[in-house]
Every structure is written in structure tokens, then in C-alpha cells.
């Protein structure tokens, strides 16, 4: 009977609701008087005063109202009215705006009324619930909303970080915020983006909210920076975090759409099968193995691909163990060639200072000692124009004395001295100095006698070179006070010694070196084919020989007019885009460096790097002749 009497009410109760619901249109007109209502205040209470940092209900652009702070005001000279900026609540900040005072709607206070009636209505409907409602999972509705707050608050949460984020982004390059300044209208952005946006325009707007820009001006926003900063930062930490491991997720045992167990294994679509699904028509003219011979299988095929990767990472961890070492060789070098650059230059430098020191040093001693030279007559001639003067002026008195006995009383003693003061004049008094600096000296070919007097000092220089006739092979014809060679088809008759070449057309200098750094240069002119280069004092000279480092040999040539190799082990092509007329040789002995130049522009060809043990010495090969081509002979310079 209680349970009977409890169905009624609460049909009762429901129909009472649904009564209470059937009326919207009374509800749309208490909603409209109310509006109507509020609509009155607004315009009995439109003259307000906007405060800065106060709330107030906003008009935006879409026609919608939302709750916006007032950040800072201006006066709109132009449009001659007072704007504010406002940011929206819960919005991104880039939705911010300067707007009018007529665009802001003050929030009302509530009504004691109205609080009081929220109060009466929430006792009521307190009293008419004293039991809680269950969902239909049997869940209690209070709890359930408490889960929905929670969810919706990290939701929000997850909402405000992504919004966040927005805020450390400039909307130009759509990164995150590098020198970050803040323009007039109050929007943020990277220095650099704004000043390429603003490049060549006469007139300047924000290119976020379009807002006209009086003054091409912005300031450093320094809080914006550190809070990038700090993201950045934050971002990075999370980044090398150890990412947490995923349960892992057992697989399904039974086919999800036979509900069979899977025993087979697919081989056409790589899928595990249960029996229907082979008899399928899906499957038709498929091929199936039993799961524990599809493991055997693909584990065998599986470790065949896994043993070749093992050796490929073998490989590339060996190949970037070289790369680093490499790397640290090529730090080394570059700070070792800087030094050897800076040390020779420095030499070149005071050498040259020296030398204008000297030749400053030279002018200023002659010119001081022809300027007194000069000063010193000029004192003389003012002398003697002195003396001059004052004989005219006696004599000019005498002349005009009218008494006789006066006017001949010395007379001739003081003719005589006017003679002979005018003699001493004319014979050496008034002599020009004439002398001058030497414009050979000072004006000349200065560079051209610095640069004869350098080339006694520049270290290694360009070091003469005789041929060794002892180590010539019988064809060869050396000339020239032993600086040429050329190859003849007819054999000399010479006695054979340890020394000299039997097989290989070639001959070495008379000069080795053991130690320090030496350069030479050979004439190859036009030749087709030749040799050039260092051999080792122990090298072998009979029969036949392969050029190379490890024969005692560092070498170049050239064949067939436009071939040119480096003689190592194997040969090494060279590339070169000028034919040399001359090669340069360059040894560093204890650095264990052999290189070669184009001598024309000193064009870097080759380098051979070793360790020399024992004394090396030049040697060349004018190779045969081809056709009556290549007769020319090879040459050392000697200056």
C-alpha cells in the first residue's frame, strides 16, 4: 500500500512538472517583461563614468555580449571620442579591442528581492527532493555532478594552458615570442616580425586587430620575455622526460567476428584467422599456416632482417665515431693553419715596418741636413746684404759731402773695400744651394726593392736546384749547368751504379734535405707528359718501380696532355682547371708535409702527408716522346 501510494504521488508530481512545462509562450512574455524591463534601466542609467580595471558587460563585434575589464583608455583625436581596452573574461587576448563608451553596459547589482525569492525557491525544492535521484547506472545524480565539475574544471584547466600558450605565440611567424615588444594598440610581437611588417610602409597598422598606428614606435616587453623564457625552459625539461611506458595491451584470443579461437595465420593479409574465416568467401584462395608454424616462421625470417641491421649499426656507430674524430682533427687543423698564417704574416709585417722605418728614418736625416745646408747660405746672403747696404749708404754720403778735404780723407782705402766687398758677392757670397733629395731613392720603385731585399728573408725561398747526373737514367741529356733535362732515343754509354736508374726515366737533384722547409720550382712549359716530385735516399732505382709512398716516392704527372694524377696508392685523379706552365714543390720535412702548386697563381693541387725518416731529395721525369711531340725539356728556376 506504501509503495502504491508513493507511484501515485510521484505520478502526481509529474504531471504537475509537465503542466508547469506546457506554457512556454507565458514563459517567453514573463522573459520579455523582464527584458523589457531591464531595457529601461540600461537607458535611464546610460550616462555612467568608465573606470579603469571595473568590469562591465561588452557589445562585441558579432553583436554578443560578454564580460569585459577595462585595461586603459586613449582619446580617438580623430574620430573625437574617448575609447577603452578592454579584455574579454575566459577569451584569448588576442580578442582584445578598444572600444566606445556606448559598446559598455554597466553589470546591475542583484535585487535583495531576487535573492531572497532564489533563497525561498531552493528551500522549496530542497523540501520536495529528500531523496536523491540515481542515474540510470544506479550512480547517485550528486556524485555524478561532482564527477562532471571535476571533468569540466580540467577541461577548463587544459583549456587556459592551450590559451596560454596562444598568448607566448606571435601571431605573425606563429612561434613562439624571441625579443618580444608590445606596439601602441597594446598587441605583442616578435621585434623582428614587426619591423619586416612595417618595412616601406608609409602609414602603420597592427596587424592583429587592424588598428591604426600613430607613431612607428614599440616597447620591449620584458615580462613577456621571461614568461617565454620560462615556457621554453619548462618545455624542455618535458621533452627529456622519461616518457611513462603504456600497460601493455593483451591481445584478443578469439576472432572478433566468429567468436572462434584464432588459430591460423594469414600469409596474403597478415592476420590472424579462426577456422570459419578460412572457409570465408573474404579469404577465398588464401594461404594459411597454423599460428606455431607461422611463429616459427616469420621469427626465422624476422632474425635473418635483425642480424644484417646489427651489422649496419656497426657500421654507422663506427662510421660516426670516425665523423667525431674527424671533426676534432678538423678543429686542430683550422687552429693550427690560423697560427702558421698569422706567424708568417707577422714576420711579413715587420719586416716591412723595418724597412719603411729605415727609409722614413733615411729621408728625414737628408732632409734635415739640405734644409740646414740651405738655412745656413740664407743667414750668409742676409750677411753680406747687410754689408752691402751699409757700404752704398757711407759711399752715398761721401758722394754728397761738399767739403773736399772731407770728402778725400781715405778716399781710396774706402774704394777698395767697396771693391772688394762687391768681388767677395760676386765670387762666392750669393752661391744657390741646389741640392735636392733623391727622387730615385724616394720616389722610385720602392715596392720592387722591398720586395728584392724580402725575398733574402722569406723562409722557405725559392731554393736552387742542381741535377744529380749520377742518378740519371742513359737516355736522359742534362744541360743547362745541370738544371735541365730532356729525354733522347739514343742511350748514353755510362758505367751503372748503385745510384742511377735503369728502367724508370728519371733523375734525381744533388741536393737532399733532412730537416726544415724548402721550394722549388720546375718549368714544364707545354710538355704532354712529365714527373714531379720527392724521392727518399733509400728508394729503389733498378728496374722497374711503382711510384708511390711506399716505395719512398711522392709524386704528380702528367699524361697525355691533360691527365693528371697524384701517384698514391691507388692513383688519385686531380682536377685541374689551368694548365700549369710551372709546378711548385713545397717540403716541410718535420711537419711531414709534400705539396704541390700550380706556380702561375699559386693554386694549391696536391698534398701528401708522411712521416720522413731519412734524408728526400727532388726528382723529375721528362718522359718519353709521343709522336715528335713532348721533346721539351723540364727545368728548375732558379730565380
Not at 216 to 243: C, E, G, I, W, Y
Not at 339 to 349: G, M, N, P, R
Not at 414 to 425: H, I, S, T
Request: proline fraction near 4%; charged fraction near 30%.
Amino acid at each position: 500500500m506504501a509503495a502504491a501510494a508513493e507511484t501515485v504521488e510521484s505520478k502526481k508530481m509529474d504531471a504537475e512538472e509537465e503542466e508547469t512545462n506546457d506554457n512556454p509562450e507565458e514563459e517567453m512574455e514573463e522573459e520579455g517583461e523582464e527584458n523589457g524591463e531591464e531595457d529601461e534601466e540600461l537607458e535611464e542609467d546610460e550616462e555612467f563614468t568608465v573606470e579603469i580595471g571595473a568590469t562591465y558587460s561588452c557589445k562585441r563585434t558579432d553583436g554578443s555580449f560578454h564580460e569585459a575589464e577595462v585595461v586603459k583608455t586613449r582619446m580617438n583625436k580623430q574620430a573625437g571620442r574617448e575609447e577603452f581596452f578592454v579584455h574579454y573574461a575566459g577569451l584569448n587576448r588576442r580578442q582584445n579591442e578598444w572600444v566606445d563608451k556606448t559598446r559598455l553596459v554597466p553589470q546591475k547589482p542583484e535585487k535583495e528581492e531576487d535573492v531572497a525569492n532564489g533563497e525561498d525557491q531552493e528551500s522549496d525544492k530542497n523540501k520536495k527532493e529528500p531523496e536523491k535521484p540515481k542515474s540510470e547506472d544506479g550512480e547517485p545524480e550528486a556524485k555524478r555532478a561532482k564527477v562532471e565539475v571535476t571533468e569540466a574544471q580540467s577541461n577548463k584547466s587544459v583549456m587556459a594552458s592551450g590559451d596560454f600558450a596562444e598568448e607566448l605565440t606571435c601571431p605573425l611567424c606563429k612561434q613562439l615570442f624571441k625579443d618580444p615588444v608590445m606596439v601602441e594598440c597594446g598587441h605583442n610581437f616578435c621585434r623582428s616580425c614587426i619591423d619586416k611588417a612595417w618595412t616601406g610602409q608609409d602609414s602603420f597598422t597592427c596587424p592583429d586587430c587592424k588598428e591604426v598606428i600613430t607613431e612607428k614606435r614599440h616597447t620591449t616587453n620584458r615580462a613577456l620575455a621571461n614568461l617565454v623564457k620560462k615556457t621554453a625552459d619548462a618545455s624542455t625539461v618535458q621533452s627529456v622526460a622519461k616518457p611513462v611506458e603504456k600497460e601493455k595491451v593483451r591481445p584478443l584470443e578469439k576472432c572478433p567476428e566468429h567468436d572462434e579461437r584464432l588459430k591460423l595465420y594469414c600469409k596474403d593479409d597478415g592476420t590472424l584467422s579462426c577456422v570459419i574465416c578460412r572457409d570465408s568467401l573474404k579469404h577465398a584462395s588464401h594461404t594459411f599456416l597454423p599460428i606455431l608454424d607461422a611463429v616459427g616462421l616469420y621469427r626465422a625470417e624476422l632474425s635473418a632482417i635483425v642480424s644484417p641491421l646489427e651489422e649496419a649499426l656497426k657500421v654507422t656507430e663506427q662510421m660516426n665515431s670516425q665523423q667525431n674524430e674527424k671533426i676534432e682533427q678538423h678543429k686542430t687543423n683550422v687552429k693550427e693553419f690560423r697560427q702558421h698564417a698569422v706567424t708568417d704574416f707577422e714576420k711579413l709585417h715587420s719586416f716591412l715596418k723595418e724597412q719603411e722605418s729605415k727609409l722614413l728614418e733615411r729621408l728625414e736625416e737628408q732632409s734635415e741636413n739640405l734644409l740646414k745646408e740651405m738655412e745656413t747660405n740664407i743667414a750668409k746672403m742676409q750677411e753680406n746684404r747687410d754689408n752691402i747696404k751699409q757700404h752704398i749708404t757711407v759711399a752715398n754720403e761721401r758722394v754728397n759731402d761738399t767739403d773736399s778735404i772731407s770728402f778725400l780723407t781715405d778716399i781710396k782705402e774706402f774704394m777698395d773695400k767697396c771693391q772688394a766687398q762687391q768681388k767677395e758677392v760676386m765670387s762666392s757670397g750669393n752661391t744657390l744651394v741646389e741640392n735636392e733629395l733623391c727622387r730615385g731613392t724616394f720616389k722610385g720603385p720602392i715596392q720592387y726593392s722591398v720586395w728584392r731585399e724580402l725575398k733574402s728573408v722569406i723562409v722557405p725561398n725559392l731554393t736552387p736546384i742542381m741535377l744529380d747526373p749520377v742518378t740519371a737514367h742513359p737516355n736522359l741529356i742534362l744541360s743547362d749547368g745541370l738544371t735541365s733535362v730532356k729525354y733522347s732515343d739514343n742511350k748514353l754509354p755510362l758505367p751503372d751504379n748503385p745510384k742511377r736508374f735503369t728502367q724508370c726515366i728519371l733523375v734525381l737533384g744533388s741536393q737532399g734535405f733532412d730537416s726544415g722547409r724548402h721550394y722549388w720550382e720546375v718549368d714544364v712549359g707545354d710538355k704532354t707528359a712529365w714527373d714531379v716530385g720527392v724521392a727518399s735516399e733509400s728508394s729503389n732505382r733498378k728496374g722497374k718501380i711503382k711510384l708511390n709512398p711506399k716505395n719512398g716516392y711522392w709524386a704528380i704527372w702528367l699524361r697525355n696532355g691533360n691527365s693528371y694524377k697524384a701517384l698514391e696508392s691507388p692513383s688519385k685523379t686531380l682536377t685541374i682547371t689551368s694548365k700549369p706552365k710551372k709546378i711548385g714543390v713545397y717540403v716541410d720535412y718535420e711537419g711531414g708535409q709534400i705539396s704541390f702548386y700550380n706556380a702561375d697563381d699559386m693554386t694549391a693541387v696536391y698534398t701528401f702527408n708522411a712521416t720522413f725518416t731519412e734524408k728526400i731529395y727532388p726528382y723529375l721525369s721528362p718522359f718519353l716522346h709521343e709522336a715528335g711531340r713532348n721533346a721539351e725539356p723540364l727545368r728548375f728556376i732558379h730565380n
